[in-house]
């Protein structure tokens, strides 16, 4: 008889089930056994973030003993949230699940998480029949510069023999089946994984997926030798993973992604490396119920259908879809009460894309969650390699952080069914319209790239400069624009050593040049050592020569100079004419301009406003905050520090990210009370209330808050009127007489009548300031004016 278990997962004490749409912490997540198979589900909050130690594996969670893997680790990347006002934005966890029954997580200093979703955790247990092998394919993964050959491929930096993907022995690829629904696992040994696609392996033919999956493959971090290192289930990255109907198993890198700070996903042109891993992918052999698209998703699907009748020419080389002969492949496949979904939905492009708060698709009756699940699946680019999809307790699909390039995978989305009660339906308040109350706000820049995205050409020339050459570069800029540009280049590192190593010639040829340099740049005009490489043979001796070049460092030049026209020769393209540099050079300028909004820093510049514009500020390098090593210092006790963890926890349930915020801190997003230096604090006496005692507990302690109120549609005219006058403007003072402000230009101080009832004439220019007023707002019949008078003179204005 096939085991049916559910129970609530055993958190730690720092740890709580939050509900993501009542932002509450009383549903704590659920793990399921289905016969062999596994589910987890549900969401969870810290309560306590600076006790959960970077850097080191967390202890989150137990699992039961009956809901535990038998031989390997389950390595899972959990979408992961900031803070509980934030949306998710590509950001993932390391987790895992052990042969122990410890959940557990590790993450760095800049990704201390807030929310963690942990829907989507899917394995099988234990195994009724032995696993299925998946033969590797063995072939030798060679780019063209390994192809070369050794002797031209060390010229161009490619050393080394030529990497294999190769199973790993402790953990060998493997298929398990759970019913109608087979589950991959097992590791590949460290290989690199570039932009081009590598096939991995091919399923047997009887058991193979009705349709083409496509999945967000984690790439864990290669072993490390050091006690002390990051664990082997840390995830290092996401690859992205494709399961034909053939059975053919592909897979493909693409660009570097990295978390920072702030939170933001940003962009890095670096392949990855790292151990492949198989766990937590999965297919079904049945053929499933169609996924039903929503309104607006079904008229954009008509667009495309009718776009693509008249024309026969089809360019889509990011998806691949030259073996699709459908716009729409999702299908629901219900196994008892587990529901799995696979497939993806396409639509047109050219006009407005979908409105994140409306639903994309909807599940058939009977395929509803018991919650509201939140998962990872497959984006559609480099910029947005994994894509948050949510479904609610409706049925109902969701893209709440907005999809923009036409295509929604759902591979991935599994979960168990809610108990159906007497067969009726629940209905949503409002069908055409989410529930969820956060507010996803997709015009915040969350993906920054850092590789130039969009500006590719300006990348390569960056990344091809020397320090040298880039000062240069900086001074020219400088010149005609009298004033210094601001050129942050992120993550992007220029060639040599700033202060060694400046033309990145190596240190033995820097010391060449250091010491002849005067005489070369007085006998010949020479200011760069690269010049030397670049004048004919005789004219080389006849440098040496005139400069007294000793023997030693001559015979250096000389081969340097051989190995320099070699690599040249291997690297030289042909075409290079002088109309095609020049229209290369102006392509790099224009996208200097775009990259670094020159146009924004010329209008600044202007104003004597020289501070960076927000287009740019993210490609400075970023401050880590060291407040959390300071306020340990002050509270010395555990109920001072718990109350703080409280207090804290307070703030950042109401931070928010877009414009509705009330207040906002002028620490910015360093402020140790926010990661997004914004708060809405709704207009209710308890949140009030409770604000004010938090404020009013942290300033005896030396923990001060900078909070400033956001202006509201309704405020005070306030306006200030300073009086320049000299110091003998009352003529001559009597001996220890001091000097007064003449505050009766702009008001008469009030009087008091004998029943000491304020009144007395403020003065000819009150009178007036206030007919002013009155005519801007007729509509007002009473105004009360507050006037403050200044404490003396300015002393700077003597």
Same mark, same amino acid.
């Given at each position: 008889m096939a085991l049916h278990f559910d129970a609530q997962l055993s958190l730690r004490k720092e740890w709580a089930g939050f509900d993501l749409m009542r932002l509450s912490t009383d549903k704590k997540p659920v793990q399921y056994r289905r016969g062999n198979l596994v589910i987890v589900s549900g969401c969870i909050t810290t309560t306590s973030p600076m006790l959960n130690q970077a850097g080191w594996p967390v202890w989150i969670a137990g699992m039961d003993p009956r809901c535990v893997p038998d031989e390997w680790d389950v390595p899972f990347l959990a979408p992961t949230s900031m803070s509980r006002f934030e949306g998710i934005y590509q950001c993932g966890t390391s987790a895992a699940v052990q042969r122990d029954g410890s959940l557990k997580i590790f993450f760095s200093k800049l990704t201390n998480p807030m929310v963690l979703h942990l829907s989507g955790i899917c394995f099988s247990s234990c195994h009724d029949h032995d696993p299925i092998p998946l033969e590797i394919a063995q072939y030798r993964m060679q780019d063209w510069s390994q192809q070369l050959g050794p002797k031209n491929g060390k010229l161009l930096g490619v050393d080394g023999p030529a990497k294999t993907l190769e199973p790993n022995? &402790?953990?060998?690829?493997?298929?398990? !089946?759970?019913?109608?629904?087979?589950?991959?696992?097992?590791?590949? *040994? +460290?290989? =690199? $994984?570039?932009?081009?696609?590598?096939?991995?392996?091919?399923l047997p033919e009887d058991l193979r997926p009705r349709r083409e999956l496509r999945w967000n493959a984690a790439l864990l971090a290669p072993p490390s030798s050091d006690p002390n290192g990051p664990p082997d289930f840390k995830v290092e990255c996401s690859v992205a993973l494709t399961i034909k109907q053939n059975g053919t198993i592909s897979v493909q890198g693409g660009r570097q992604h990295m978390i920072d700070q702030k939170g933001n996903m940003r962009v890095l042109q670096q392949n990855k490396k790292g151990r492949l891993c198989l766990n937590g992918i999965r297919f079904s052999l049945a053929e499933g119920v169609p996924v039903e698209p929503a309104p607006q998703?079904? /008229?954009?699907?008509?667009?495309?259908?009718?776009?693509? /009748?008249?024309? *026969?020419?089809?360019?889509?080389?990011? @998806?691949?879809?030259?073996? +699709?002969? +459908?716009?729409? =492949?999702?299908?629901?496949?219900?196994?008892?009460?587990?529901?799995?979904?696979?497939? $993806?939905?396409?639509?047109?492009?050219?006009? #407005?894309?979908?409105?994140a708060k409306q639903p994309m698709a909807f599940l058939p009756h009977g395929c509803w969650p018991q919650r509201r699940e939140v998962f990872f699946t497959r984006g559609g680019s480099d910029l947005e390699e994994r894509r948050r999809v949510d479904v609610d307790v409706y049925g109902r699909i969701f893209c709440p952080e907005g999809t923009l390039?036409?295509?929604?995978?759902?591979?991935?989305?599994?979960?168990? =069914?809610?108990?159906?009660?007497?067969?009726?339906?629940?209905?949503?308040?409002?069908?055409?319209?989410?529930?969820?109350?956060?507010?996803?706000?997709?015009?915040?820049?969350?993906?920054?790239? =850092?590789? $130039?995205?969009?500006?590719?050409?300006?990348?390569? $020339?960056?990344?091809?400069?020397?320090?040298?050459?880039?000062?240069?570069?900086?001074?020219?800029?400088?010149?005609?624009?009298? #004033? *210094?540009?601001?050129?942050?280049?992120?993550?992007?590192?220029? !060639?040599?050593?700033? *202060?060694w190593d400046i033309m990145n010639i190596g240190l033995e040829h820097e010391r060449l040049w250091r010491e002849h340099r005067n005489s070369l740049a007085d006998k010949f005009g020479i200011t760069c050592f690269h010049t030397l490489l670049h004048v004919s043979d005789d004219m080389f001796e006849n440098i040496v020569n005139a400069v007294k070049m000793p023997e030693r460092d001559a015979s250096n030049l000389r081969d340097y100079r051989k190995v320099a026209r070699r690599n040249w020769a291997a690297k030289r393209q042909p075409g290079m004419t002088f109309s095609k540099l020049q229209s290369l050079a102006t392509e790099i300028v224009d996208q200097m301009f775009q990259h670094w909004d020159f146009k924004a820093q010329l209008q600044g510049a202007l104003q004597n406003d020289f501070r960076a514009p927000s287009t740019i500020e993210h490609l400075f390098p970023q401050r880590h905050p060291r407040e959390d090593y300071r306020i340990k210092k002050k509270l010395n006790n555990q109920e001072d520090m718990a109350k703080f963890e409280a207090i804290r926890q307070f703030f950042y349930l109401y931070e928010t990210t877009g414009c509705n915020m009330t207040h906002c801190s002028l620490m910015g997003s360093s402020d140790i009370f926010t990661t997004t230096g914004k708060w809405y604090f709704p207009d209710a006496t308890d949140v009030q209330k409770q604000l004010f005692e938090? @404020?009013?507990?942290?300033?005896? #302690?030396?923990? &001060?808050?900078?909070?400033?109120?956001?202006? +509201?549609?309704?405020?005070?005219?306030?306006e200030d009127l300073d009086v320049q006058a000299s110091n003998s403007w009352q003529g001559m003072l009597a001996p220890g007489q001091k000097a007064k402000p003449p505050d009766e230009l702009i008001m008469a101080p009030p009087e008091r009548d004998a029943q000491r009832n304020v009144c007395g004439d403020p003065g000819p220019l009150m009178r007036k300031r206030a007919e002013a007023i009155h005519m801007i707002y007729p509509h007002l019949e009473f105004l009360e004016v507050l006037v403050y008078s200044a404490s003396g003179y300015n002393k700077g204005k003597d």
């Amino acid at each position: 008889m096939a085991l049916h278990f559910d129970a609530q997962l055993s958190l730690r004490k720092e740890w709580a089930g939050f509900d993501l749409m009542r932002l509450s912490t009383d549903k704590k997540p659920v793990q399921y056994r289905r016969g062999n198979l596994v589910i987890v589900s549900g969401c969870i909050t810290t309560t306590s973030p600076m006790l959960n130690q970077a850097g080191w594996p967390v202890w989150i969670a137990g699992m039961d003993p009956r809901c535990v893997p038998d031989e390997w680790d389950v390595p899972f990347l959990a979408p992961t949230s900031m803070s509980r006002f934030e949306g998710i934005y590509q950001c993932g966890t390391s987790a895992a699940v052990q042969r122990d029954g410890s959940l557990k997580i590790f993450f760095s200093k800049l990704t201390n998480p807030m929310v963690l979703h942990l829907s989507g955790i899917c394995f099988s247990s234990c195994h009724d029949h032995d696993p299925i092998p998946l033969e590797i394919a063995q072939y030798r993964m060679q780019d063209w510069s390994q192809q070369l050959g050794p002797k031209n491929g060390k010229l161009l930096g490619v050393d080394g023999p030529a990497k294999t993907l190769e199973p790993n022995e &402790y953990n060998p690829p493997g298929l398990v !089946r759970c019913g109608n629904i087979f589950c991959l696992h097992g590791e590949l *040994k +460290t290989a =690199t $994984f570039g932009p081009m696609p590598h096939f991995v392996a091919t399923l047997p033919e009887d058991l193979r997926p009705r349709r083409e999956l496509r999945w967000n493959a984690a790439l864990l971090a290669p072993p490390s030798s050091d006690p002390n290192g990051p664990p082997d289930f840390k995830v290092e990255c996401s690859v992205a993973l494709t399961i034909k109907q053939n059975g053919t198993i592909s897979v493909q890198g693409g660009r570097q992604h990295m978390i920072d700070q702030k939170g933001n996903m940003r962009v890095l042109q670096q392949n990855k490396k790292g151990r492949l891993c198989l766990n937590g992918i999965r297919f079904s052999l049945a053929e499933g119920v169609p996924v039903e698209p929503a309104p607006q998703i079904a /008229s954009l699907i008509a667009q495309k259908s009718a776009l693509k /009748s008249k024309s *026969k020419i089809k360019i889509d080389y990011l @998806i691949d879809e030259q073996d +699709t002969s +459908t716009e729409k =492949t999702a299908v629901c496949i219900k196994q008892g009460d587990v529901v799995m979904l696979e497939g $993806f939905l396409s639509w047109s492009t050219g006009s #407005r894309p979908p409105n994140a708060k409306q639903p994309m698709a909807f599940l058939p009756h009977g395929c509803w969650p018991q919650r509201r699940e939140v998962f990872f699946t497959r984006g559609g680019s480099d910029l947005e390699e994994r894509r948050r999809v949510d479904v609610d307790v409706y049925g109902r699909i969701f893209c709440p952080e907005g999809t923009l390039d036409g295509r929604l995978e759902l591979t991935g989305v599994i979960f168990v =069914t809610a108990v159906d009660h007497a067969g009726i339906p629940p209905v949503p308040p409002d069908a055409d319209w989410d529930e969820l109350k956060l507010q996803y706000h997709r015009h915040v820049v969350n993906v920054v790239s =850092t590789s $130039f995205d969009g500006h590719e050409t300006l990348e390569q $020339f960056v990344r091809r400069s020397n320090h040298h050459e880039w000062s240069l570069v900086q001074y020219d800029f400088g010149r005609h624009a009298s #004033r *210094k540009m601001l050129l942050p280049l992120g993550q992007v590192m220029l !060639r040599g050593q700033a *202060k060694w190593d400046i033309m990145n010639i190596g240190l033995e040829h820097e010391r060449l040049w250091r010491e002849h340099r005067n005489s070369l740049a007085d006998k010949f005009g020479i200011t760069c050592f690269h010049t030397l490489l670049h004048v004919s043979d005789d004219m080389f001796e006849n440098i040496v020569n005139a400069v007294k070049m000793p023997e030693r460092d001559a015979s250096n030049l000389r081969d340097y100079r051989k190995v320099a026209r070699r690599n040249w020769a291997a690297k030289r393209q042909p075409g290079m004419t002088f109309s095609k540099l020049q229209s290369l050079a102006t392509e790099i300028v224009d996208q200097m301009f775009q990259h670094w909004d020159f146009k924004a820093q010329l209008q600044g510049a202007l104003q004597n406003d020289f501070r960076a514009p927000s287009t740019i500020e993210h490609l400075f390098p970023q401050r880590h905050p060291r407040e959390d090593y300071r306020i340990k210092k002050k509270l010395n006790n555990q109920e001072d520090m718990a109350k703080f963890e409280a207090i804290r926890q307070f703030f950042y349930l109401y931070e928010t990210t877009g414009c509705n915020m009330t207040h906002c801190s002028l620490m910015g997003s360093s402020d140790i009370f926010t990661t997004t230096g914004k708060w809405y604090f709704p207009d209710a006496t308890d949140v009030q209330k409770q604000l004010f005692e938090n @404020i009013a507990w942290l300033f005896p #302690r030396h923990i &001060y808050l900078y909070i400033s109120e956001r202006q +509201t549609l309704r405020f005070p005219f306030i306006e200030d009127l300073d009086v320049q006058a000299s110091n003998s403007w009352q003529g001559m003072l009597a001996p220890g007489q001091k000097a007064k402000p003449p505050d009766e230009l702009i008001m008469a101080p009030p009087e008091r009548d004998a029943q000491r009832n304020v009144c007395g004439d403020p003065g000819p220019l009150m009178r007036k300031r206030a007919e002013a007023i009155h005519m801007i707002y007729p509509h007002l019949e009473f105004l009360e004016v507050l006037v403050y008078s200044a404490s003396g003179y300015n002393k700077g204005k003597d």
